[in-house]
Protein backbone atom coordinates (compact mmCIF):
# COMPACT_ATOMS: atom_id res chain seq x y z
CA UNK A 1 0.00 0.00 0.00
CA UNK A 2 1.20 3.54 -0.44
CA UNK A 3 1.29 6.53 1.36
CA UNK A 4 2.33 10.39 1.24
CA UNK A 5 3.13 12.09 4.76
CA UNK A 6 3.71 15.85 4.44
CA UNK A 7 5.08 16.49 8.13
CA UNK A 8 4.23 20.54 8.20
CA UNK A 9 0.36 21.24 7.42
CA UNK A 10 2.12 25.20 7.07
CA UNK A 11 5.63 26.72 6.85
CA UNK A 12 6.56 30.59 7.17
CA UNK A 13 9.62 31.56 6.42
CA UNK A 14 11.54 34.96 5.43
CA UNK A 15 11.82 36.33 1.78
CA UNK A 16 15.36 35.27 1.29
CA UNK A 17 16.05 32.43 3.60
CA UNK A 18 16.11 28.80 2.94
CA UNK A 19 12.94 26.55 2.46
CA UNK A 20 12.52 23.14 4.01
CA UNK A 21 8.97 21.26 3.00
CA UNK A 22 9.07 17.52 4.43
CA UNK A 23 7.75 14.20 2.71
CA UNK A 24 7.60 10.79 3.72
CA UNK A 25 6.24 7.91 1.81
CA UNK A 26 5.74 4.32 1.94
CA UNK A 27 5.19 2.54 -1.07
CA UNK A 28 5.25 -1.30 -1.93
CA UNK A 29 7.23 -1.06 -5.53
CA UNK A 30 9.81 1.23 -6.45
CA UNK A 31 8.02 4.19 -6.85
CA UNK A 32 8.00 7.83 -8.51
CA UNK A 33 7.99 10.74 -6.65
CA UNK A 34 6.67 14.08 -7.35
CA UNK A 35 6.37 17.43 -6.37
CA UNK A 36 3.48 19.84 -7.29
CA UNK A 37 2.61 23.38 -6.50
CA UNK A 38 -0.79 24.88 -6.81
CA UNK A 39 -0.92 28.89 -6.81
CA UNK A 40 -4.75 30.30 -6.19
CA UNK A 41 -6.72 30.15 -9.46
CA UNK A 42 -4.07 28.38 -11.10
CA UNK A 43 -3.80 24.99 -12.03
CA UNK A 44 -1.05 22.53 -10.52
CA UNK A 45 2.57 22.76 -11.79
CA UNK A 46 4.84 20.23 -11.61
CA UNK A 47 8.01 21.62 -10.28
CA UNK A 48 10.10 18.10 -10.29
CA UNK A 49 9.71 14.66 -10.13
CA UNK A 50 12.07 11.53 -9.20
CA UNK A 51 11.72 8.13 -11.26
CA UNK A 52 14.71 6.28 -9.85
CA UNK A 53 17.20 8.11 -11.85
CA UNK A 54 19.94 10.50 -9.79
CA UNK A 55 18.47 10.64 -6.48
CA UNK A 56 19.16 14.57 -6.05
CA UNK A 57 16.65 15.93 -8.33
CA UNK A 58 16.81 19.75 -9.56
CA UNK A 59 13.26 21.12 -10.12
CA UNK A 60 11.85 24.63 -11.67
CA UNK A 61 12.31 27.98 -9.96
CA UNK A 62 15.61 26.73 -7.67
CA UNK A 63 13.73 23.86 -6.08
CA UNK A 64 15.58 20.37 -5.74
CA UNK A 65 14.69 17.17 -3.12
CA UNK A 66 16.56 14.72 -2.67
CA UNK A 67 15.29 10.84 -2.58
CA UNK A 68 16.59 9.41 0.45
CA UNK A 69 15.22 5.57 0.43
CA UNK A 70 16.93 4.89 4.06
CA UNK A 71 14.45 7.35 5.74
CA UNK A 72 11.56 6.70 3.00
CA UNK A 73 11.88 10.69 2.31
CA UNK A 74 12.25 12.96 -0.35
CA UNK A 75 12.27 16.23 1.24
CA UNK A 76 11.47 19.82 -0.84
CA UNK A 77 14.53 22.70 -0.60
CA UNK A 78 15.02 26.27 -1.69
CA UNK A 79 18.02 27.75 -1.29
CA UNK A 80 16.56 31.42 -0.96
CA UNK A 81 12.63 31.95 -1.04
CA UNK A 82 11.31 34.63 -2.83
CA UNK A 83 7.40 35.82 -2.30
CA UNK A 84 6.39 34.53 -5.68
CA UNK A 85 6.81 31.07 -3.76
CA UNK A 86 4.04 31.51 -1.29
CA UNK A 87 1.47 28.57 -2.62
CA UNK A 88 0.59 25.25 -1.35
CA UNK A 89 2.76 22.46 -1.99
CA UNK A 90 1.66 18.67 -2.52
CA UNK A 91 4.29 15.97 -2.42
CA UNK A 92 3.23 12.71 -4.48
CA UNK A 93 3.50 8.99 -4.77
CA UNK A 94 3.07 6.79 -7.65
CA UNK A 95 3.71 3.62 -8.18
CA UNK A 96 5.13 2.07 -11.29
CA UNK A 97 2.79 -1.25 -11.16
CA UNK A 98 -0.04 0.93 -12.32
CA UNK A 99 -2.00 4.28 -12.15
CA UNK A 100 -2.29 4.05 -8.54
CA UNK A 101 -1.27 8.10 -7.44
CA UNK A 102 -1.63 9.63 -3.91
CA UNK A 103 -1.35 13.26 -2.50
CA UNK A 104 0.02 14.10 0.49
CA UNK A 105 -2.41 16.48 2.53
CA UNK A 106 -0.38 19.62 1.36
CA UNK A 107 1.75 22.35 3.06
CA UNK A 108 0.86 25.86 2.67
CA UNK A 109 4.22 27.85 2.30
CA UNK A 110 4.01 31.52 3.42
CA UNK A 111 6.24 34.23 2.47
CA UNK A 112 7.03 37.04 4.69
CA UNK A 113 8.86 40.06 3.44
CA UNK B 1 3.21 23.32 -24.26
CA UNK B 2 0.75 20.50 -22.42
CA UNK B 3 -1.55 22.49 -21.63
CA UNK B 4 -5.18 21.30 -20.12
CA UNK B 5 -8.15 23.46 -20.30
CA UNK B 6 -11.50 22.37 -18.49
CA UNK B 7 -14.42 24.15 -18.56
CA UNK B 8 -16.41 25.53 -16.86
CA UNK B 9 -14.10 27.35 -14.55
CA UNK B 10 -17.01 27.56 -12.25
CA UNK B 11 -20.97 26.25 -11.43
CA UNK B 12 -24.05 26.89 -9.62
CA UNK B 13 -26.74 24.11 -10.16
CA UNK B 14 -29.84 23.25 -8.22
CA UNK B 15 -30.02 20.42 -6.19
CA UNK B 16 -31.02 17.56 -8.71
CA UNK B 17 -29.86 18.62 -11.83
CA UNK B 18 -26.76 17.33 -13.52
CA UNK B 19 -23.41 19.16 -14.50
CA UNK B 20 -21.10 18.29 -16.92
CA UNK B 21 -17.42 19.11 -16.53
CA UNK B 22 -15.39 18.87 -19.76
CA UNK B 23 -11.44 18.54 -19.62
CA UNK B 24 -9.44 19.37 -22.75
CA UNK B 25 -5.40 18.36 -23.51
CA UNK B 26 -4.98 21.83 -26.29
CA UNK B 27 -1.74 20.40 -27.59
CA UNK B 28 -1.31 16.96 -26.92
CA UNK B 29 -2.94 13.70 -27.24
CA UNK B 30 -3.94 12.30 -23.92
CA UNK B 31 -3.91 8.86 -23.67
CA UNK B 32 -5.00 8.78 -20.06
CA UNK B 33 -6.75 11.33 -17.96
CA UNK B 34 -7.57 11.41 -14.33
CA UNK B 35 -10.07 13.39 -12.36
CA UNK B 36 -9.71 14.43 -8.97
CA UNK B 37 -12.31 16.41 -6.07
CA UNK B 38 -10.52 18.82 -3.82
CA UNK B 39 -12.10 20.01 -0.73
CA UNK B 40 -11.49 23.22 0.58
CA UNK B 41 -7.88 23.25 2.60
CA UNK B 42 -7.63 19.51 1.60
CA UNK B 43 -5.58 17.72 -0.68
CA UNK B 44 -6.59 16.16 -3.68
CA UNK B 45 -8.67 12.85 -3.60
CA UNK B 46 -8.69 10.65 -6.85
CA UNK B 47 -11.81 9.88 -8.11
CA UNK B 48 -11.15 7.89 -11.77
CA UNK B 49 -8.47 6.90 -13.91
CA UNK B 50 -10.09 7.38 -17.58
CA UNK B 51 -8.62 5.83 -20.90
CA UNK B 52 -9.77 6.94 -24.32
CA UNK B 53 -11.99 4.25 -26.06
CA UNK B 54 -12.68 2.27 -22.92
CA UNK B 55 -14.52 2.54 -19.47
CA UNK B 56 -13.22 4.75 -16.69
CA UNK B 57 -11.80 2.48 -13.76
CA UNK B 58 -13.58 4.04 -9.88
CA UNK B 59 -11.42 4.72 -6.88
CA UNK B 60 -13.10 3.07 -4.02
CA UNK B 61 -15.91 4.66 -3.03
CA UNK B 62 -16.53 6.96 -5.90
CA UNK B 63 -19.82 6.23 -7.46
CA UNK B 64 -19.56 5.14 -10.98
CA UNK B 65 -23.00 5.76 -11.74
CA UNK B 66 -23.44 9.27 -10.10
CA UNK B 67 -19.85 10.93 -11.83
CA UNK B 68 -20.03 9.94 -15.11
CA UNK B 69 -16.69 9.80 -17.07
CA UNK B 70 -16.46 9.92 -20.90
CA UNK B 71 -13.36 9.85 -23.21
CA UNK B 72 -14.21 9.75 -26.35
CA UNK B 73 -11.25 10.82 -27.50
CA UNK B 74 -7.28 11.91 -27.19
CA UNK B 75 -7.82 15.19 -26.45
CA UNK B 76 -11.55 15.37 -24.18
CA UNK B 77 -12.95 13.64 -21.22
CA UNK B 78 -15.73 14.64 -19.50
CA UNK B 79 -17.03 14.19 -16.22
CA UNK B 80 -20.83 14.56 -15.33
CA UNK B 81 -22.20 14.65 -12.08
CA UNK B 82 -25.71 13.55 -11.86
CA UNK B 83 -28.44 14.22 -9.80
CA UNK B 84 -26.43 17.25 -8.05
CA UNK B 85 -26.99 17.47 -4.09
CA UNK B 86 -24.92 20.06 -1.98
CA UNK B 87 -22.39 17.66 -1.06
CA UNK B 88 -21.09 17.43 -4.05
CA UNK B 89 -20.13 20.63 -3.97
CA UNK B 90 -16.60 21.08 -4.74
CA UNK B 91 -13.32 21.38 -6.54
CA UNK B 92 -12.99 18.98 -9.58
CA UNK B 93 -9.65 19.11 -11.31
CA UNK B 94 -8.64 16.84 -14.39
CA UNK B 95 -5.27 15.85 -15.21
CA UNK B 96 -3.90 14.26 -18.32
CA UNK B 97 -1.10 12.61 -19.41
CA UNK B 98 0.68 11.79 -22.95
CA UNK B 99 2.57 8.39 -22.27
CA UNK B 100 1.51 5.11 -20.71
CA UNK B 101 3.44 5.22 -17.30
CA UNK B 102 2.24 6.05 -13.92
CA UNK B 103 5.95 7.85 -14.10
CA UNK B 104 4.94 10.35 -16.43
CA UNK B 105 4.26 13.89 -15.93
CA UNK B 106 0.69 14.61 -14.97
CA UNK B 107 -0.63 18.11 -16.57
CA UNK B 108 -3.56 19.39 -14.58
CA UNK B 109 -6.11 21.76 -15.65
CA UNK B 110 -6.90 25.04 -13.55
CA UNK B 111 -10.26 23.02 -12.07
CA UNK B 112 -13.51 23.72 -11.56
CA UNK B 113 -15.60 24.67 -9.00
CA UNK B 114 -18.92 23.78 -8.16
CA UNK B 115 -21.57 24.53 -6.04
CA UNK B 116 -24.70 22.79 -5.60
CA UNK B 117 -27.55 24.96 -4.39
Known amino acids: AQSVTQLDSHVSVSEGTPVLLRCNYS??????LFWYVQHPNKGLQLLLK??????LVKGINGFEAEFKKSETSFHLTKPSAHMSDAAEYFC???????????FGAGTRLFVKA | GAVVSQHPSWVICKSGTSVKIECRSLDFQATTMFWYRQFPKQSLMLMAT?????????EQGVEKDKFLINHASLTLSTLTVTSAHPEDSSFYICSAITGGSSTDTQYFGPGTRLTVL
Open chain 1, 27 to 32: SSYSPS
Open chain 2, 50 to 58: SNEGSKATY
Open chain 1, 92 to 102: VVSDTGGFKTI
Open chain 1, 50 to 55: YTSAAT
